[in-house]
Nanobody
Framework: QVQLVESGGGLAQAGGSLRLSCVVS????????MGWYRQAPGKQRELVAE???????NYADSVKGRFTISRDGAKNTVYLQMNSLKPEDTAVYYC?????????????WGQGTQVTVSS
């Protein structure tokens, strides 16, 4: 069983910064990708950033230049550094991980952490 535990959400002012962390645990054979998605009220969940095994990254256009995703492979942890926050960044942020566990592929989600940016 794969578990994802997020931390680091909270309240920030516009222009401020927050850092999200997500630890993936379980008898994991390999992790192929880790990423962050977000869902604002009344909107669909959207990709914010992801990092693929090997180090390549993808970002939503709305966060390019402001957010940075990184990964500590030894700790199975993914981070999202969010700078120059805007009120439109307000959402529940979900950690996602895809990989293999006991010979089977998995695609797992964390419970979500609220990020609120005030103007």
């Amino acid at each position: 069983q794969v578990q994802l535990v997020e931390s680091g959400g909270g309240l920030a002012q516009a222009g401020g910064s927050l850092r999200l962390s997500c630890v993936v645990s379980g008898s994991i054979s390999s992790i192929n990708a880790m990423g962050w998605y977000r869902q604002a009220p009344g909107k669909q969940r959207e990709l914010v950033a992801e990092i693929i095994n090997g180090g390549s990254t993808n970002y939503a256009d709305s966060v390019k230049g402001r957010f940075t995703i990184s990964r500590d492979g030894a700790k199975n942890t993914v981070y999202l550094q969010m700078n120059s926050l805007k009120p439109e960044d307000t959402a529940v942020y979900y950690c996602n991980s895809r990989g293999v566990i006991v010979g089977l592929s998995f695609n797992s989600w964390g419970q979500g952490t609220q990020v609120t940016v005030s103007s």
